[in-house]
């Protein structure tokens, strides 16, 4: 796929609350595991784009697919892999967000912000503090203002942050130049709306220059072109900029001014002097570029990885030594059109849903890159300790399935009366024979080879399923148009969910079952099949208010039971939060399990949330 096990550390439900409430570490500078060789010495002056010195620079692949549009933070349409992603884990590259959020153990660490943040006694405001060092690319301070301005960009733009943080932040301001307050939203009862969401907006959205913004501003002037701007003379504060961009590669060099060397943060540079991306046209080339040392770190799928070190002897590993090799977080998942016919039948869909051969999808789709689904039985949850812990497991284990169960999906239907009655070999429902096609994205191998044991599913049923893969840009325009009823060729159709993340997994949760995206003009958020519960809504709206374990625990259950009941939707695998697969020719000391760094660094490909901490300890590999 182009795009998009049990953790090491385990994260309690305690430390999640923590998380979300405020009480992140002191941060503490990331901790090599041997100690580190002297970073290269800087070119006199850059190098060129086509001849980068290989002793200086860190090769990527499986982010960038196609040329970057821009450069402009503001925007959710930059297609710029390795410097603008603002989401649980933000890409902190270039820009740069007052916290940082650490998928392994849960917790925020300060980036931009000076400390930990606090909710006051109302848990209705926010108050954090930027860091004296932390300075702009121009060398000017970042401040409260800063902050504030950025939020009130969004807003007064209508911006894709500020569209989704709108219900539930009311106002960002500067208390002083160093002081931040953020308040929240507030009910009838004077609650925050959705506390967990606010305190999110800290690790995930970026601080943008409030004289940049004014200066975008001035030369746009509305929505539409403040969005569109390709913004190549932006500030920044993060640690790299670009250095050169085209239709075959993206390269970001560092900036040896950064702010991050003060001690009050990394109190170093990052190693590379040079972040590169090739922009690959498939994953074959990605995975061949891997193979001959072309490429240091590998965020997209690399078929029986395994076998890069096993049979070919090659210096390639993954976080993890053994399978699944990656920390599942995401959960790809097989939504039902409801409104296609029959499937608005539980019968037909649980059918389905037991029918699909989910250990061959494992081995063959993934080549067991994912946690089985008899490992980590199936729920809302991802196989973190952390999300496993939320939700009473003995409480649904009835309605658990591990799949390839035909005898038992052919009772569900000839129970509920659905049967071949003229004998052509499908069953028919009030008259009419069940056919429907099952799709995904074209080119996004591992996902089409689980459609098509979906559709081998239905056949072993009595259920003519078919296949069709369009191209994504057609794909995801039909998918998230959800004013508009999906047509034929999306019957049953693949798309992600959430990963981990600060708002987890509530949010994950929200985005599946929550009925309030349906109708909207443009859903980039989920249950694209059109599900409505009022009881799981009201669940959904209920939890991020929620601070007793106990409650919270009972309350996930119940939504685990409504999912596994009513199937609106069947996670097909696990899957890692990032494919992150590393060569160490030339590299080395990249986040591995148990490498003994403090806090541990996530396998986030160095490039988001706390994974950004890898950066600092890359070595180079002694000849």
Known sequence: MKKMFVVVSVLIIASMILAACGTPATTQAPVATEAPTAAPAPTEKPADANSLPRNETLYFNGQQWGAVVCWNPYSSSCNNGLGISQQDNARVTMFETPYLYNMLDGKVYPLLAD?????????????????AAAKW???????????????????????????????????????????????????????????????AYLSSNYVIQKAWTQKLEARTGDTTKLLADVADDVVYSGPYHKFFSDDTKVVMIRDDNYWGKDASMFGKLPAPKYLAHTIYKDNAAGTTALQAGEVDVSQQFNSNVQDLWLKQNLPISTYLPDAPYGIGASLPTAFFNLKSYGLDQLAVRKAIAMAVDYPSIIANAMTNQSATFSQVPRSLMNPTAGEQA???????????????????????????????????????YNGKDLHYVATCPNGWSDWQAAIELVAAAGKKIGIDITTNYPEWAVYQTVVTKSDSPLPEKYDIFMMWSDGAGPTQPWSRIRHLLSSEFIGMASNWNGNWGGYKNPDADALIQAIPGETDPAKL???????????????????????????????????????????????????????????????????????
Do not use: C
């Not at 649904?396 to 399935?401: G, I, P, Y």
């Open 390 to 428: 939320l939700y009473d497991q003995a409480a649904v284990k009835d309605l658990q399935w591990v799949g390839n169960d035909v005898a038992g999906a052919n009772k569900v239907l000839d129970d509920a009366g659905i049967k071949d009655t003229n004998g052509d070999g499908i069953r028919e």
């Open 115 to 131: 400390g930990p943040f606090a909710w006051n006694d109302a848990h209705t405001e926010i108050t954090f503090k930027i860091k």
């Open 137 to 199: 690319s121009d060398g000017t301070a970042v401040t409260a203002d800063d902050v504030a301005y950025t939020w009130a960009t969004h807003i007064k733009y209508n911006t894709p942050t500020g569209a989704s943080n709108k219900d539930y932040i009311d106002s960002i301001t500067a208390k002083d130049p160093q002081t931040v307050v953020v308040k929240a939203k507030l009910d009838a009862n004077g609650k925050a709306v959705n506390p967990l969401i606010v305190a």
């Open 553 to 623: 625990k009972a309350d996930y259950t119940q939504l685990v039971k409504i999912y596994l009941t009513d199937i609106p939707s069947f996670t097909l695998m696990y899957r890692p939060q990032a494919f992150h697969t590393v060569n160490e020719s030339v590299w080395t000391n990249f986040p591995h399990q148990g490498d003994g760094t403090n806090p541990p660094v996530p396998p986030l490909d160095l490039t988001d949330g706390w994974s950004i901490a890898g950066l600092y300890n890359l070595t180079l590999v002694k000849k």
